[in-house]
């Protein structure tokens, strides 16, 4: 290349698509212009958490004869990462806390995202050639947050925009205890009104979660199906882990009005604490913390510490799910660490056939572990557990994690859309 055009050449450009953000469920194209033919240049991605930790990624790429480089063409050449994988930065982002999981803490402001172009393939990075800043949001335009103070209910309600009335959702997270309300948040830029329920540990919620009972839930369920902007007489539940077996019970022993349950790498007997419903009280599955593992680097892992519920006396915690109107959504990690939600799923399929019920909907991911999140946040294989307080192996390669939080995410709308739409329920085939 000859003096004349080197000096002539465009400086680099970083460009987005949508340039203004997104939300943070979807995509953003990201592409590169002005460089060199064939120039090596390293891309990374960096963003602060409310908590200040640093989540970063990086990938190696080659432009194009032209002298361009886009992420949706070009694999990435190593790095945090490598293949044809164009939301890459994103999800392979790993923080420079020890065990830290990303979430969002507060969904009314964004996440941003920082990225830059740099020159060459060092492992430290060369010389900044183009930057950006990309913003990714957690609610729709038009989606409206409601704070929920009702009775005992501690929560809040995210409606979509317009002045009709939404299907309805109530979202349940895990052991962890808190209010999460990114999963709700993101929901309701897909046409639902969707509750995020605290149980515990939030506000003047019992402290543990020992003290929860069924009860709570029965209110919030009425404080849905009383609202005006809810779509009655049909209510969905989604839940993940701890916030599943929750739903299963709700679904089970409150199930007037529940015809659509998604539960994400979910056991089907009651875990960790008695469950108790007025003069009802279902006992925990009794768990062995002598068949703990360790990993190679000394990460806890629990898949084998559950009894089986399906022996005696283990059987009396299993959730009687066949009282449930269904349908249910089985979304399953098949490296799941956390527990054998695969085979939880099939167990509630045989009990289910075997009183003639529907069968679930099962679909299963390989690699994916358990902490199942909307798209493209950064899988969370390892992290310190709220109620152990230690690390805990959860599972889960992360590119094929990725593309199965992808999948899920749509299962999960398609499952609800359907469900909730009014429509008599019919049997699924797929396993």
């Known amino acids: 290349m000859n003096a004349f055009t080197t000096q002539n050449r465009m400086a680099p450009t970083m460009i987005l698509e949508p340039a203004n953000g997104c939300l ?89 995202v920082e990225l830059e172009v740099l020159e060459g393939h060092e492992p430290e990075g060369g010389r900044q050639l183009a930057k950006a800043v990309h913003e990714r949001h957690f609610m729709a335009p038009g989606v409206r947050r409601v704070p929920v103070r009702e009775g005992r209910v501690r929560a809040t309600l995210f409606l979509p925009p317009g002045k009709d009335r939404s299907p309805g959702i109530i979202d349940l997270f895990g052991s962890g205890g808190g209010l999460c309300e990114y999963r709700a948040s993101l929901l309701a830029g897909h046409g639902f009104a969707v509750l995020a329920l605290a149980y515990f540990r939030f506000e003047d919620l019992p402290e543990y979660l020992r003290d929860v009972r069924l009860e709570y839930f029965e209110e919030a369920l009425a404080f849905m199906l009383q609202h005006p902007k809810v779509k009655g007489p049909d209510i969905g539940l ?3 882990s701890k916030g599943g077996d929750l739903c299963l019970s709700v679904a089970t022993f409150l199930k007037d009005n529940i015809t659509a349950t998604v539960l994400i790498n979910t056991c089907v007997a009651n875990t960790m604490v008695p469950l108790c419903y007025k003069d009802l009280v279902v006992p925990e599955l009794a768990c062995d913390p002598t068949k703990q593992k360790t990993t190679a680097s000394g990460l806890l892992d629990l898949v084998d510490i559950w009894n089986n519920p399906l022996e005696e006396p283990n ?11 269904g349908p249910f959504l089985f979304i399953v990690g098949l490296d799941d660490h956390n527990w054998k939600s695969e085979f939880y799923a099939h167990i509630a399929c045989g009990r289910l056939q075997a009183h003639g019920k529907d069968r679930p909907q099962i679909i299963c991911y390989p690699d994916t572990g358990h902490c199942v999140d909307p798209p493209y946040f950064p899988p969370s294989i390892a992290s310190v557990h709220a109620t152990f307080g230690v690390p805990i192996f959860y599972g889960g390669e992360p590119s094929a994690h990725s593309r199965a939080q992808v999948d899920a995410w749509q299962q999960i709308q398609t499952f609800f859309q359907k469900y909730l739409s009014g429509e008599k329920p019919v049997k699924s085939s797929k396993m």
């Open 24 to 112: 943070c469920d979807q995509p953003v194209h990201i592409s590169v212009r002005g460089l060199a033919p064939e120039q090596p240049v390293t891309l990374r991605a960096a963003l602060h958490d409310e908590k200040g930790a640093l989540f970063s990624a990086h990938a190696r790429y080659r432009a194009d004869a032209h002298g361009e480089l886009d992420l949706a063409r070009a694999p990435a050449l190593g790095g945090s990462f490598a293949g044809l994988e164009p939301m890459g930065l994103l999800w392979a982002m790993e923080p420079d806390r020890p065990f830290w999981r990303l979430v969002k803490r507060d969904v009314q402001t964004p996440f941003v």
């Open 238 to 240: 989604l839940g993940f």
């Open 315 to 325: 059987r009396q915690s299993l959730i009687p799910l066949e009282k449930a109107q």
